[in-house]
């Protein structure tokens, strides 16, 4: 079973329009990552967020993240129709003898269109 | 070659055939995971592989799925007499990284179709 969930389950913009993809979880995790999927190929990792981080920047990208909600935030600014995927957030979770090893859990995704 | 290798692309099988996926990850990585994407949904975790140990396979869902990696570089997934609920793409992932993994790399996938 998964543990995040995301929302919304799809989202339709403009291009120029900023994009804002929300990912809740329920257990403690090491990190948070962003990952883009486009149709019929695999993922790619987009960013990553430690536990002890509350912002992070790259390029059009910022991600949040609330602990203490436990949640999390894509924001996209200034869309392409190149963005046109689905995204998916994933936590790590895991503990080896104290140590993550990297095993993800993600969520089910937002399907973004951004229109030319 | 530069990303993470996946054969075949596509596998039609029918109802108890037994298939093998390989995974071919980039080369030098320590990590490889095997992770299951039902259509629509996000990709599940299958089993993890550290070099050639076989680290956790909690994700397996019957005692029909096999996955090795002997060598520690090319992996296999094995599933035996196939069943139409193994229809999925079937993706494999490594990282460099053998603890604190913070990045994956993702093969295409293989899409099984069982019929």
């Known amino acids: 079973s998964q543990q995040g969930e995301e929302d919304p389950q799809a989202l339709s913009i403009q291009e120029g329009e900023n994009a804002t993809m929300n990912c809740s979880y329920k257990?403690?995790?090491?990190?948070l990552q962003w990952y883009r999927q486009n149709s019929g190929r695999g993922l790619v990792h987009l960013i990553l967020?430690?536990?002890?981080?509350r912002e992070k920047h790259s390029g059009r990208l910022r991600v949040t993240l609330d602990t203490s909600k436990k949640s999390s935030s894509l924001l996209i600014t200034a869309s392409r129709a190149a963005d046109t995927a689905s995204y998916f957030c994933?936590?790590?979770?895991?503990?080896?003898?104290?140590?993550?090893?990297?095993?993800?859990?993600f969520g089910q995704g937002t399907i973004l269109t951004v229109h030319p | 070659g530069a990303g993470v290798s996946q054969s075949p692309r596509y596998k039609v099988a029918k109802r108890g055939q037994d298939v093998a996926l390989r995974c071919d990850p980039i080369?030098?990585?320590?990590?490889l995971f095997w992770y299951q994407q039902a259509l629509g949904q996000g990709p599940e975790f299958l089993t993890y592989?550290?070099?050639?140990?076989?680290?956790?396979k909690s994700g397996l869902p019957s005692d029909r799925f096999f996955a090795e990696r002997p060598e520690g570089s090319v992996s296999t997934l094995k599933i035996q007499r196939t069943q139409q609920e193994d229809s999925a793409v079937y993706l494999c992932?490594?990282?460099?990284?053998?603890?604190?993994?913070?990045?994956?790399?993702f093969g295409s996938g293989t899409q099984l179709s069982v019929l």
């Open positions: 992932a490594s990282s460099s990284q053998g603890y604190k993994v913070e990045k994956l790399f």
């Open positions: 257990t403690s995790i090491n990190n």
């Open positions: 967020i430690r536990s002890n981080e």
């Open positions: 994933a936590t790590d979770h895991s503990n080896a003898g104290g140590t993550s090893y990297g095993k993800l859990t």
């Open positions: 080369s030098g990585h320590v990590s």
């Open positions: 592989f550290q070099n050639e140990a076989q680290l956790d």
